[in-house]
């Protein structure tokens, strides 16, 4: 809550230095510096944050922020106070890392564009610090507080603000980590900085003591998952959604837990809690942002602003943005459908290849892993670091080696019922999948190599079994019961009686007399020595009308001669044969098959069918070739070979002849050399277009550097060609939504009318003319431009009133008089203005002196500068003495019924420095000025309302009322309480 005249919040944070005294007898802890501490050129006020990578303090009297690198789970304050030390020296490791992880972001932070940027960092004998110039009134938590909902205004500015610091660490590689409420620290106008930056990149920090809630993301409280810009915009949700809900979410570890079980998730729903409250666009993305699924989330700063303002243009005037309604992605399910497999068959291939045995194996390998890679379970680094006394009396004990975190890769562990990473339901889709296999009626298991089952199998004892003859009797007489197996033994015997009826009335020899031989002369042939263990095709002699059991009759001697004759060419066929075959088979094994030309497979085949065109072998040998040509063909076309792949098919055609199969492999290689041809040409217009656009956003990067370094050296607007504003409006060209630029612009228009106004104020109107131009040159549209060339112009004309009058005659001193007086009234408005916008410095310029000259209401506020060190520096005595001269003009304007005398006499009973602090007689005259409309008064007043005084309860209700009455006629202080109690602002619509 905030008054006009002074903070009455109490210092929350000013005892925590108290209470971790870092030296207690010989023992040392973990401990921040004490207030009054220096650090460098700056003196410690107070301990703002503890974080697990070291403290944050208030310095320099509110002026300045100090985040100092210490690792509490290793490091202890020295008995200086102030120096620090390892506890043990096992931590020299990740104490380098962490330092230089910590001057890492101090370097990032130091090249922001932004109110939080790094003043200066430094690193001297270990002890590392960086300061930031930006007066803190309060955390986030600090506005989290009274459990009331925040402006929607509120939140985007914070949000905005916030995403600029991270995406500044973020573009370097690191993350914070250990985003909360309380590690967002917020100035005047909204301007904040994010203290707690993590420093220890390598490890997964520990769930935070020093924090009631566990804001972390479930990829990072889990352990199971990987990290990266979407891990902090998580913790930006949840610090959202406690703003939106007016509670805490619930923690992602609880959620994952019940999603684990199978139940519903935990977290109340965000669209529930602030319908009618904000807009469908805030609450749509902070449900985007809580989403378990790291894929859901927003992936870089760009996606988080497009999810924010969908058109990508910050419009800060724009009274009502337009919301854009985020639809929400749906969630996944455990088990994905069934992929229909093509019409030729594919997909059944590919189920065979992939039989059960595969699949079953692959579940119990998965219930293997399961039970080996368990969830770890990360130590706990403790923040109370161990004494010195103790690490020299006890013997050191090796910490259990940290959680290694996974960064940012090409896919995200943790989805939303995602079957991944729960073992048991993977197993069992798994198991499923095989039991779907095995009901198959073509079902066929090639997941196991023959060899891999034949060593499976157990070796055969050489020992002779014990035989059972009565069992064995049993098996070999149970076939026979059949009628079906008593024929064909019958027939078998039957054939069997024939042929040795033939071998006993054949005379032996009957065939040598009249067997001739016979010369065979083979084309191609290199051997003709038959190979010791040919492998015979005889060809069966007979006709087909004869019965296929033979008669019990005696043979004739021409039909055994021919039989022998055709016995012995079919013999000698298969000698001649054997080789070739063999060297084809070799040659087929080797790949050569249709080259080179005589020592390929295909040539071999067609030897051999040129011998016996009858050759099954040498048949099957030539479709083996066929196939292997279809199969080297397209292994070729797979690899891109497509010209290898034509040579190679135009040569199988030119020597084994086209085919149908031929054509198609031909077709095949066009059809893919066309589809290649067309990925690479869409290959090579996404590389381009990438290339342009990091082209054009290196070129942006550079041009901003050298912006801001125009801005350092005062080059705003020259020379020509090198100055902040030139290329500033450059980056623009390339890019009209560049934030970044936007900022740079405006603030080059804000020097201008900074230095207008103190030309203003020192009566140098002619400067005053100059930076106003030059401001209209810069901006036109800039409101504050046409305001001071208002009071420009009023103020060059009573100058020129004033010199024209003091050169008349003495009858004219005066109106000349006159004049003076109503330029001092225009300073007395314009400085006491100036007080209540909180421009103290211009203020102090307006009104020290008119408080010279013992005016009594410039004296009042000129005071309260001096005692509170507001634009000018800090005199107490002098103040108390102006205080003291003031009174008794005060109160006797008070007494005559002006409000401005009445609001100060009772600003004396509240502060109590020359009268007794009195609240009572403080409303008395707090109310007879507010009843007057003056909105100062009626600020205070709702104030007084507000925490209650002197047996008065307090009272929302009236202290809201005042506080409207005020803000309507636009006092700073009441606008932003009731933006802090989320009340509706008088003229500006909704909170």
Known sequence: MTADTHNPAPDKAGNQADSTDSV??????????????????????????????????????????????????????????????????????????????????????????????????????????????LPVRASFADLLQPGQRLPEETLRAVLYAAITYLDAIHETGGLHLELTPERILIADEDQLLICGFSTDRFHYPPEDAHTEHDFRAPELASYRGQLGRWTDYYALGAILYQAVCRSVPVDSLTRLDALDRGLGDPLPSVMDAGEGYFS??????????????????????????????????????????????????????????????????????????????????????????????????????????????????????????????LFTGDAHDIKTPSAENRAPLKIADDLEDAGEVLTEPNFRDFSLPPQSRAKTQPKRS???????????????????????????????????????????????????DTASNTTIEIIGATDLT????????????????????PQTTEFAKDDDLARANAYRDAEKLARLSEPHLARARTYLAEGHLISPPDANAYSEFRTVLKMDPDSSAAQRGINQVTAGVLIKTEELTKNNEFSGARAFLDEAVAVIGDSPEFQSARSNIEATQAQWKQQQALAKLEADKA??????????????????????????????????????RTVLTLDPANARARNGITRITQVYLDEARDALAQNQLGRAAQELEA??????????????????????????????????????????????????????????????????????????PLAQEGE????????????????????????????????????????????????????????????????????FWYRKAAEQGYAPAQTNLGWLYFNGYDGVAPNRAVAVHWFGEAAAQGNRAAVRNLQALGEEIPGQGGS
């Open 24 to 133: 207690e007898g010989d023992l040392l802890k973990a401990a921040p510096l004490a207030p009054g501490a220096a650090l460098g050129s700056h003196t410690i006020s107070r301990l703002l944050v503890t974080s697990d990578s070291g403290y944050t303090y208030l310095a320099d009297d509110g002026a300045t922020v100090i985040q100092e690198y210490f690792p509490l789970q290793f490091a202890v304050r020295d008995t200086d106070n102030t120096s620090l030390l390892l506890c043990d020296a096992q931590f020299n490791t990740d104490y380098e890392q962490g330092l230089t992880e910590f001057l890492r972001l101090a370097r990032a932070l130091s090249q922001l564009d932004h109110p939080g940027r790094i003043a200066h960092y430094q690193e001297n004998d270990g002890a590392a610090w960086y300061a930031v110039e």
């Open 280 to 405: 469908p666009t805030l609450l749509s993305l902070v449900d985007q942002l809580l989403s378990l699924d790291t894929a859901e989330r927003p992936q870089n700063a760009e996606e988080l602003i497009d999810a924010i303002e969908p058109r990508g243009v910050l419009d800060n005037e724009q009274a009502d943005p337009p919301e854009l309604s985020v639809e929400a992605k749906p969630a996944k399910p455990r088990k994905q459908q069934a992929y229909k497999g093509p019409a030729n068959g594919e997909n059944a291939i590919t189920r065979r290849v992939k039989g059960a045995s595969s699949i079953v194996l692959s579940a119990l390998d998965k219930t293997k892993n399961a039970v080996n890679l368990a969830k770890p379970v990360p130590p706990r680094r403790n923040t109370k670091a161990p004494s010195i006394a103790e690490s020299h009396t006890a013997k050191p004990v090796k910490t259990p080696g940290r959680q290694e975190p």
């Open 462 to 512: 050489h020992a002779l079994p014990h035989l059972d003859i009565k069992k064995w009797s049993q098996r070999l007489g149970s076939p026979f019961k059949h009628y079906s197996v008593r024929f064909g033994v019958g027939v078998l015997l039957a054939l069997l009686a024939i042929y040795l009826l033939y071998l006993l009335v054949t005379p032996p020899g009957a065939n040598r």
């Open 530 to 549: 038959p190979s010791d263990t040919p492998t015979l095709e005889i060809a069966q002699i007979g006709s087909s009308s004869e019965s296929t059991i």
């Open 691 to 728: 290339r342009r656009a990091r082209e054009q956003q290196q070129k942006i990067e550079t041009l901003l550097a050298a912006a801001s370094t125009a801005m350092n050296e005062n080059r705003l607007r020259t020379p020509p060609g090198a100055n902040a504003l030139g290329i500033y």
């Open 775 to 848: 401001a209209a040159a810069v901006d036109p549209t800039n409101p504050n431009v046409v305001i001071l060339s208002t009071q420009l112009q009023r103020r060059q004309y009573l100058e020129t009133e004033q010199q024209r009058l003091q050169a008349e005659a003495d009858d004219r001193i005066s109106q000349a008089q006159a004049i003076a007086d109503e330029q001092a009234s225009l300073n007395l408005t314009s400085g006491v203005t100036a007080y209540y916008n909180g421009n103290y410095q211009r203020a102090y310029q307006f009104l020290s």
């Open 856 to 923: 009594p209401q410039a004296q009042v506020r000129v005071a309260r500068m001096l005692l509170e060190a507001r634009g000018t520096n800090r005199d107490k005595p002098k103040a108390i003495a102006m205080f003291s001269a003031a009174l008794a003009p005060i109160q006797l304007a008070a007494r005559e019924g002006r409000a401005w005398a009445q609001s100060d006499l009772a600003d004396y009973f509240v502060d109590g420095f020359v009268i007794d602090k009195d609240l009572s007689s403080a409303a």
